[in-house]
């Protein structure tokens, strides 16, 4: 079992950042043995859409078009953790932002139902 914890949501103004964090941890999570983790997101009324994602091993990133420039993903090997850098925040971007681990590697990053774990999800509203 994994569990997966993320954190640092909360309210900014357009313009703004934020940085979110996923915890990993569980007897059968270990960072050299999984290939990646991703972060999505879901707002009210919408499909949950994947922003980006992180492979743990070579730290390869990969983004959505609409957040290319403005988040970037980082890892921390040593703590099991993963980072959302959120720059130059728009209202857009406002919805519950999950990540999710990968325990194979596959060439699609950008499926949910290629991830095995999800977290809870962290509230991250952009105002005008």
């Known amino acids: 079992q994994v569990q997966l914890v993320e954190s640092g949501g909360g309210l900014v103004q357009a313009g703004g950042s934020l940085r979110l964090s996923c915890v990993a941890s569980?007897?059968?999570?270990?960072?050299?043995?999984?290939?990646?983790m991703g972060w999505f997101r879901q707002a009210p009324g919408k499909e949950r859409e994947f922003v980006g994602a992180?492979?743990?091993?070579?730290?390869?990133?990969y983004y959505r078009g609409s957040v290319k420039g403005r988040f970037s993903i980082s890892r921390d090997n040593a703590k099991n953790t993963v980072y959302l850098q959120m720059n130059s925040l728009k209202p857009e971007d406002t919805a519950l932002y999950y990540c999710?681990?990968?325990?194979?590697?596959?060439?699609?990053?950008?499926?949910?139902?290629?991830?095995?774990?999800w977290g809870q999800g962290t509230q991250v509203t952009v105002s005008s």
């Open positions: 999710a681990a990968k325990r194979y590697y596959s060439s699609v990053y950008e499926l949910p139902a290629k991830y095995d774990y």
């Open positions: 569980g007897r059968t999570f270990s960072w050299d043995a999984w290939d990646s």
């Open positions: 992180i492979r743990w091993r070579a730290g390869t990133t």
